[in-house]
């Protein structure tokens, strides 16, 4: 059994629990009273990924520091990175925006309806969860799997099961972009704080807008005409409009991106890191990267959007 078999297997795993977790759980919250929905989420994450992955560590006695790529990161990385958390953004709004033509912002919604909880808590629930538990799960155990694999190959991958991870339409396309991103930047710093940080500047950005539009939503009286307009309803001139002023600015940021990992990858090839050794001397069309459970990953995810339409 390969190593990419092994992590596409728990990501089916995880999948799965992600799918079906949330109703095995319900009794239980029911039974201890618990029903605000911020702790379900605190509560889903640590059991549906936290848990899994620690299983798993164990189970194949893996090391946790080099599965999890523990590794502290360089000071000129972590502003490389810082910046690109945030010109990364634009782009991200790009992929959303065609998104949303299509499918509720569902998430949106949801931050919304939690807005009014303290920032702090709001960063922490929104923000710095996701960054950790999600991190663990992807750029952590599944992205160890594929160390013996192309580094792009490996980020495209992950990437997906990134975007697949959500379970959301809207966020799929964008999700898959930035894990892409987030698969790159941890095998270029072979740090998964690269991700992590990443994670949290990108989260915590939607939580501050998100706090800052409450706030003035609170103080403005809103039209319920407008509110009630989305992105699904407008016209047509009124779409092309926005996809070429958002893809205008998304193509310029993309170039950003681009100079930005091309230059964390120059500087952490000239600091001889150990992942740059391994994408040169990687056999990866040993490893069969579409096999059976990336395939039933596919396919459940497919059966679970078209069940949720």
Known sequence: MTKVFKVNMYFLIILLLEVLGPYALRPLYTFIGLSDTRLILFFNHTILFLIPAMIYLIITKSSFKETLRLNKLHWQDTLLIILLGFIVQPVMTF???????????????????????????????????????????????????????????????????????HLDGQQFLYATILGFVFALVVRITNSIYASMLMHFIING?????????????????????????????????????????????????????????????????????????????????????????????????????????
């Open 95 to 165: 992929f959303s925006l065609i998104s949303s033509f299509f499918f509720k912002n569902e998430i949106g919604s949801f931050i919304s309806e939690i807005s009014s909880t303290p920032y702090l808590l709001l960063l922490c629930l929104v923000a710095l969860l996701p960054s950790i538990t999600e991190e663990i799960t992807i750029r952590g155990v599944v992205l160890s799997g594929y160390n013996n694999v192309n580094k792009y190959i490996a980020a495209s991958v992950t990437g997906l099961f990134f975007g697949i991870l």
């Open 205 to 309: 950005t939607s939580v501050t807008i998100a706090k800052i539009s409450r706030i003035i939503s609170d103080s403005l009286p809103i039209n319920p005409e407008v509110a009630e307009l989305t992105l699904k309803n407008i016209g047509t001139e009124e779409k092309i409009l926005l996809i070429v002023i958002y893809g205008t600015i998304a193509v310029i940021f993309s170039a950003f991106v681009f100079l930005i990992i091309y230059g964390l990858n120059r500087i952490n090839e000239k600091r001889n890191i150990q992942e740059v050794k391994v994408d040169r001397q990687s056999s990866y069309k040993e490893e069969k990267i579409i096999n059976i459970p990336f395939i039933l990953i596919i396919i459940v995810y497919i059966v679970v959007m078209l069940l949720t339409i």
